[in-house]
């Protein structure tokens, strides 16, 4: 048999090695310089970061401004559809419907049941002036043209002078006392009695003033006229 050879000692020791295997850990010295690379680039990477929240911020500020700009979702449907659209408030949806009520002015109850040529003394005596004085000298020559005339109390307190229908009205202003004759667009006015009311298609006044002084056969005349008016007035129909 041929002779076997032996190792040396140090061919041993390197075959006991084993292999380095691929993705090893790298000696010191490289992990040294891979510190120092990161160490290296850590700033750049705080700079980006910073220079990121700055830009977020800004663009922050203008979205709050485009929707500060903005009107709300209800607001901005209430304008485009209009008031009448609006939605109403929980109060106004309970809150019943206002009426609207409409009053005459009627007499008062105690004077539908006092004699109206009390009433109408007691509005000479209220007045107490030239235009009490007046109201009471006009009353007298209404009676004197027609005996049969009746006082009656109407509306707001008008002193009012009938047969077979209104003659005229006794109205008391603050500067002048009123005449109203119901027909008075109809009656013949030769002396130019009538200074008021004059367009009117039914109406005419006479505005007696203080000082004013009254042809007194003029208005006897206009009180008969209107008497008679009222009497040929035609028959109601059936």
């Not at 107490?128 to 043209?145: E, P």
């Not at 003659?167 to 006392?177: R, S």
């Amino acid at each position: 048999m041929a002779p076997t050879k032996k190792a040396s000692p140090g061919k041993k020791a390197a075959a006991k090695q084993p292999a380095k295997k691929a993705g090893a850990k790298q000696p010191a010295a490289n992990k040294t310089s891979a510190k120092t690379a990161a160490t290296q680039k850590k700033p750049a990477k705080k700079a980006m970061t910073t220079k990121t929240v700055a830009q977020k911020a800004a663009t922050k500020k203008v979205v709050a401004k485009k929707s500060a700009a903005k009107p709300a979702p209800a607001a901005r449907k209430a304008a485009t559809q209009g008031p009448a659209v609006a939605k109403k408030t929980t109060a106004e949806k309970k809150a019943p419907p206002r009426k609207t009520v409409t009053t005459r002015h009627a007499p008062k109850p105690a004077d539908r049941d006092r004699d109206p040529a009390r009433l109408i003394d007691a509005r000479i005596e209220e007045l107490g002036d030239w235009r009490g004085k007046t109201l009471a000298q006009m009353r007298k020559l209404i009676q004197q043209a027609d005996p049969q005339v009746v006082e009656t109390w109407k509306w707001r307190g008008v002193p009012v002078w009938e047969h077979d229908g209104i003659l005229c009205t006794g109205e008391t202003y603050k500067d002048y006392v009123k005449l109203t004759f119901a027909k008075g667009a109809a009656l013949q006015d030769p002396k130019g009695l009538f200074n008021a009311s004059l367009e009117g298609n039914a109406r005419r006044a006479i505005d007696i003033r203080q000082h004013d002084e009254v042809d007194e056969d003029a208005l006897k005349t206009l009180i008969r006229a209107a008497v008679a008016l009222n009497a040929a007035k035609p028959a109601r129909r059936r």
